[in-house]
């Protein structure tokens, strides 16, 4: 993947300081349940700490943090510090597999945040047998801030409608008409680790199998998915009235068709529940 020095560090402050980015959303899926300070929990792809940081001022008691890129970890460690929450936090280096070295059913909750989008379609559904595999049962995995298949702009790549095309052409038209200047447009890996390739609500569905049940969440949620900017670099009053006003006429489209709303939103916020059944 190509690294963008800069840009990636800003991201990653922005994703633990400032609040719109991933902490009102997750502070809404987590509000139903009162008892995550007693939670194991599993935040994969924690990158150099801002989700790990964001899920312990949300109040989960023990964070274990996996990254791919084991460099992470003594910026992970010492962010958490700086924060505040070193006694909550445990980094453990996982080699480059996506089978990780813990015993079936080892956390009450696996977060999986901004991570799925960034794979490639077999190791998506690897990693998503393999947090079934972690969670116990009656334990929770989440999967936010991954781009909807189905919504019409792609928030990596601010391109419309690169995700209706060939994988290839949609390589070309991102590269032309995205943000990003240095984007690739060969190799099926690179493109992927872009992230310019989101999921659907039924694929990861389809992943999970019959034992993981999908959580009802707050229509809050979906709604801050249009009128809440997550930078502030994206943020005005006229962007917040157009979201408004698309929030309202994708909510009426939803009930009309008999799905959430969050099915329709740019990005999927979900929770799945791990039960006995095979």
């Not at 274990?64 to 010492?78: C, F, K, P, T």
């Not at 059913?105 to 379609?121: I, M, R, T, Y």
Request: charged share 25%; proline share 6%.
């Amino acid at each position: 993947a190509v690294h963008r020095p800069g840009l990636d560090l800003l991201d990653e402050l922005l994703r633990s300081e400032h609040t719109p980015y991933i902490q009102d959303r997750l502070a809404l899926l987590l509000e139903p349940f009162p008892d995550r300070a007693d939670w194991r929990a599993l935040d994969f792809g924690c990158g150099a700490g801002g989700s790990s940081t964001v899920l312990a001022r949300l109040g989960i008691g023990h964070i274990i943090g996996v990254d791919l890129v084991n460099d992470y970890a003594a910026i992970w460690r010492r962010r958490l510090e700086e924060a505040g929450y070193a006694e909550v936090g445990t980094f453990v280096h996982s080699g480059e597999s996506l089978r990780l070295p813990f015993r079936d059913g080892s956390f009450d909750a696996v977060f999986l945040n901004g991570v799925l989008e960034h794979l490639v379609p077999e190791e998506r559904r690897d990693l998503l047998a393999e947090a079934r595999r972690l969670v116990r049962v009656g334990g929770y995995l989440f999967i936010s801030e991954t781009p909807n298949r189905w919504f019409p702009r792609n928030s990596h790549n601010k391109t419309w409608f690169s995700e209706m095309l060939p994988l290839n052409l949609a390589a070309h038209y991102v590269a032309r008409f995205g943000m990003r200047r240095d984007f690739p447009v060969k190799g099926r890996t690179v493109l992927y680790r872009t992230g310019f390739r989101g999921l659907s609500v039924r694929q990861i569905r389809r992943f999970l199998g019959s034992n993981m049940s999908l959580v009802p969440s707050s229509e809050r949620v979906s709604e801050l998915e249009f009128t809440l900017p997550r930078t502030p670099f994206d943020a005005s009053e006229g962007r917040a009235r157009a979201g408004g006003k698309l929030w309202q006429g994708v909510r009426r489209l939803a009930r009309f068709g008999g799905i959430p709303p969050g099915y329709l939103a740019p990005h999927l916020n979900l929770v799945f529940q791990k039960s006995d059944h095979a």
